[in-house]
T-cell receptor
Framework: DVKVTQSSRYLVKRTGEKVFLECVQD?????MFWYRQDPGLGLRLIYF???????EKGDIPEGYSVSREKKERFSLILESASTNQTSMYLC?????????????FGDGTRLSIL | QQPVQSPQAVILREGEDAVINCSSS?????VHWYRQKHGEAPVFLMI?????EQKGHEKISASFNEKKQQSSLYLTASQLSYSGTYFC???????????FGKGTSLLVTP
């Protein structure tokens, strides 16, 4: 079974801090994704990556950046955390380069910015 | 562009059937369906590619009408374990990113 592991289940940070959310997958997947999930808004794509050191903006990239130095790890960075970034963050991975592959999700990180 | 799911929420008694719809304003390459139980990660159910294919997974099946840019998820003889939020994810081009709908909350009661 594919395992997607997010480093923290719950995280509390302060406004203005630089925040790192880490995601690791163990299935040698090429594609990795970061979503945020808010009540009533569904899953919204922040960034995705289809290869090491490659990244593409999703629908809501403002205020975020990402890093993918190794194939198995995809990091989401909040450069200067703000209260409106309080949310559930979900990481996912899928096999590539073929499209139409299932995405496998981690358990999520519930981030609170105070 | 985010697809539109309907209904937003549905309550069923065990054994009843339900249909969840997912519509897009753009031509679709594929539609994915996922289920998320409370406090858990979304779990993949199935993918439908353009071509009107219908797929099945246990008593859950789905169809994809590419002319209408619409997919429907059919839950037959619902079980308590079907409770959760169902998301459709649409792929406009043959790429890797999905646009997810806002979700449909399904509650199956005894």
């Amino acid at each position: 079974d594919v395992k997607v592991t997010q480093s923290s289940r719950y995280l509390v940070k302060r406004t203005g801090e630089k925040v790192f959310l880490e995601c690791v997958q163990d299935m040698d997947h090429e594609n990795m994704f970061w979503y945020r999930q808010d009540p009533g808004l569904g899953l919204r794509l922040i960034y995705f990556s289809y290869d090491v050191k490659m990244k593409e903006k999703g629908d809501i990239p403002e205020g975020y950046s990402v890093s993918r130095e190794k194939k198995e790890r995809f990091s989401l960075i909040l450069e200067s955390a703000s209260t409106n970034q309080t949310s559930m963050y979900l990481c996912a991975s899928s096999w590539g380069p073929a499209p139409n592959q299932p995405q496998h999700f981690g358990d999520g990180t519930r981030l609170s910015i105070l | 562009q985010q697809p539109v799911q309907s209904p937003q929420a549905v309550i069923l008694r065990e054994g009843e059937d339900a249909v969840i719809n997912c519509s897009s304003s753009k031509a679709l390459y594929s539609v994915h369906w996922y289920r998320q139980k409370h406090g858990e990660a979304p779990v993949f159910l199935m993918i439908l590619l353009k071509g009107g294919e219908q797929k099945g997974h246990e008593k859950i099946s789905a169809s994809f009408n590419e002319k209408k840019q619409q997919s429907s998820l059919y839950l037959t003889a619902s079980q308590l374990s079907y409770s959760g939020t169902y998301f459709c994810g649409t792929e406009v081009n043959s790429g890797y990113a999905l646009n997810f709908g806002k979700g449909t909350s399904l509650l199956v009661t005894p």
